[in-house]
């Protein structure tokens, strides 16, 4: 069955560094564009990070620009979120997509960011 599960959060000070990951199984994951979202407490889901299939035109938003990089390994059926110089107010929950159209769009079910000294 289509799976997809993210590791890599948990707790890091103000400035500091995460890696996430998502494994992806159960489906072909080089034919879908692959996005990180977060949400926080009392907030509405946001898209933070999108890469295509073929790993190439990444996009991210504002509040993320410069800090956070997104990337895939298709051959591991992988995407990454490196994280930096991070702030409080990127604690969240963080889940991974894959979407290839309305009938194809997959979540894991996310991980846990805290940042906080």
């Known amino acids: 069955q289509v799976q997809l599960v993210e590791s890599g959060g948990g707790l890091v000070q103000p400035g500091g560094s995460l890696r996430l990951s998502c494994a992806a199984s159960g489906f072909t994951f080089s034919s879908y564009a692959m996005y990180w979202y977060r949400q926080a407490p009392g907030k509405e889901r946001e898209l933070v990070a999108a890469i295509s299939r073929a790993g190439s035109s990444p996009n991210y938003a504002d509040s993320v620009k410069g800090r956070f990089t997104i990337s895939r390994d298709n051959a591991k059926n992988t995407v990454y979120l490196q994280m930096n110089s991070l702030k409080p107010e990127d604690t969240a929950v963080y889940y991974c997509?894959?979407?290839?159209?309305?009938?194809?769009?997959?979540w894991g079910q996310g991980t846990q960011v805290t940042v906080s000294s």
């Open positions: 997509n894959a979407w290839r159209n309305s009938n194809y769009d997959y």
